[in-house]
């Protein structure tokens, strides 16, 4: 199995705060490796903002000379190198210079003070996005990973059911409701692809959809899987079937997004726990899981 999913480390942006407050931010704190010694790790957060604290209500502040340096090698990052930033709606790609972005730590939104002292894991700490507040994907190195002009939203159209295609998978891997039988199929093709999905229902309940994706010469498949609702993730509307015509109401993309990889597909699921997964178009690759720092 092909390892592109573990290839890059995507990361999205996020939001931090209310509707009268708000700081945009990438948190690189999934890849950071803490360590179960707290002791060892104290120093990436200065002495007077963690134990107890009277205030940490949008607790924020920016983390400055020896802690940013110290946090910054242990992910590896140098201050030459950039963020790029892939704009979906503009289909443009934007490179900021990692010396000029501010390092902030921020107390994660579900902390509260009955969960005991403050330490350094109830951080959330990346870089402060709050002049550029969008974008998709970020990528930090030396190089941009990210092509443009080949990444489109996928738009669907009821078909027959009987249309979605046979060999694939009978059942999820990870779920086991039983009975399960299909509801409506859409389809949407490309010049090099066919995809397909169909919703899945349980007792009249819609709990989730089949993702196929056939190589339109090949007539090979290459991706096969379940998208599953439950406590942790939920499906997103379908371009246009239950959204607008306007390409900030979609969800679902699919082509070329990153430079030498194999095309991809995205848009599928809201994440309630963890972080969007970007699929390869490759049966033999593995997802790219994104990095959000969705704790709860």
Not at 189 to 197: E, F, I, P
Request: aromatic residues 16%; hydrophobic residues 35%; contains cysteine.
């Amino acid at each position: 199995m092909h390892s592109f999913g573990q290839d890059l480390k995507v990361y999205t942006v996020g939001g931090y705060g209310n509707s009268e407050t708000m700081l945009y931010y990438v948190s690189l704190s999934d890849s950071y490796p803490y360590s179960e010694n707290e002791s060892e790790q104290d120093s990436i957060i200065p002495d007077e903002y963690l134990g107890d604290l009277e205030n940490t209500e949008m607790l924020h502040f920016e983390l400055k000379s020896e802690y940013r340096k110290r946090f910054m090698s242990q992910l590896k990052i140098a201050e030459s190198d950039s963020v790029f930033v892939y704009f979906q709606q503009q289909d443009s790609v934007a490179a900021f210079a990692v010396s000029d972005l501010s390092l902030m730590a921020m107390i994660n939104m579900y902390y509260s003070n009955y969960d005991g002292p403050v330490t350094f894991y109830d951080y959330v700490i990346g870089f402060d996005f709050s002049t550029i507040q969008n974008g998709d994907f970020v990528v930090i190195g030396t190089q941009n990973p990210f092509q443009t002009g080949k990444l489109k939203p996928v738009l669907w159209q009821e078909t027959q059911t009987d249309q979605f295609p046979a060999n694939t998978k009978l059942e999820p891997e990870y779920h086991n409701v039983q009975p399960m039988e299909v509801g409506k199929t859409y389809v949407s093709t490309s010049d090099n692809y066919t995809y397909y999905v169909q919703a899945l229902i349980h007792e009249g309940r819609f709990i989730g959809r089949k993702l196929a994706v056939v190589h339109t010469f090949r007539k090979d498949i290459v991706l096969d899987y379940f998208l599953m609702d439950g406590e942790s993730a939920s499906s997103a509307p379908l371009n246009g079937i239950q959204t607008d015509s306007s390409i900030s109401e979609f969800y679902q993309f699919a082509g070329e997004l990153f430079i030498g990889k194999p095309p991809v597909i995205y848009g599928f699921q809201f994440e309630s726990f963890g972080c969007p997964a970007i699929y390869f178009l490759n049966q033999n690759s593995r997802p790219i899981q994104t990095l959000c720092d969705n704790r709860h």
